[in-house]
């Protein structure tokens, strides 16, 4: 399955400003990701911005930046744009979208999140563990799965952040998604849900709208990066595997 990697990337965050560009170990955080699409092989990847720096940077180092729109109203709409600028676009069967923060993001997550779309979902994504003390975190993204016995997929029943004290087949979600072409296209083409609007998450505008969205799971995915804190322990994980290579 050919894919299109796509990493949007905006250094206007209302919670952690010109986070793109902030450095981890010396290197900038959307250079790190971008190196992790590369090496995973697994298609071609891009980094849709919308300013200089970021395209400066990625374009420096021999990869493909595409600029965007910067009134654009989410990373979705980025990386649609950014796809369909594709001289090539109609070779990929699959646009992953892989989020920025996520330095530390392994090749296996990018494999696994295609593997929705191989059993007939037109919209894919991963789940992975989540402790008790995290099911209560309002800032952290829950996801509730029925499991195929079947099937290496499951399917998103629901998405929330505040806690529902949901006991059976929770997990946490990460945000990383695999869109057929189509199903892209028709997601930034229908207007945000009641649902979305009022939890602040996007991927329950495909749920209210009678989408499927299959999900995978992978054991102990690393964190994104939201604040200066988690870019420290980034940091610190990094800098000790670097001393122990």
């Avoid at 744009?81 to 993001?105: C, F, H, R, T, V």
């Avoid at 593997?115 to 993204?141: F, Q, R, V």
């Avoid at 009641?194 to 102990?220: H, P």
Wanted: net charge negative; proline share 4%; aromatic share 6%.
């Amino acid at each position: 399955m050919k894919s299109a990697i796509i990493i949007p990337a905006r250094m206007a965050s209302q919670r952690f400003p010109n986070k793109p560009m902030a450095k981890i170990d010396g290197i900038p955080m959307i250079e790190r990701v971008w190196r992790q699409g590369v090496e995973s092989k697994i298609g071609d990847v891009f980094v849709a911005c919308c300013e200089n720096e970021v395209f400066d940077l990625i374009s420096s180092k021999g990869g493909k930046a595409i600029m965007t729109d910067p009134n654009l109203p989410s990373g979705t709409d980025r990386i649609f744009e950014a796809y369909s600028s594709l001289e090539n676009k109609d070779d990929y069967e699959s646009i992953i979208n892989l989020q920025g923060d996520m330095p530390l993001i392994d090749t296996l997550v990018l494999e696994s999140v295609n593997e929705p779309l191989k059993y007939g979902y037109k919209i894919g994504t991963i789940a992975t563990d989540i402790s008790n003390e995290e099911k209560e975190n309002s800032n952290i993204t829950k996801v509730i799965i029925n499991w195929n016995k079947t099937k290496s997929v499951g399917e998103s029943i629901d998405f929330y952040k505040e806690s529902k004290k949901q006991v059976e087949n929770i997990y946490q979600h990460v945000g990383i998604y695999s869109f057929k072409p189509d199903a892209l296209h028709n997601f930034v083409s229908m207007q945000p849900s009641n649902n979305e609007i009022e939890r602040k998450l996007e991927q329950l505008r495909a749920l209210d709208a009678g989408v499927k969205i299959g999900i995978t799971y992978v054991e102990n995915i690393s964190i994104s990066v939201d604040t200066l804190e988690d870019l420290m322990l980034i940091e610190k994980i990094i800098k000790n595997k670097n001393e122990t290579d």
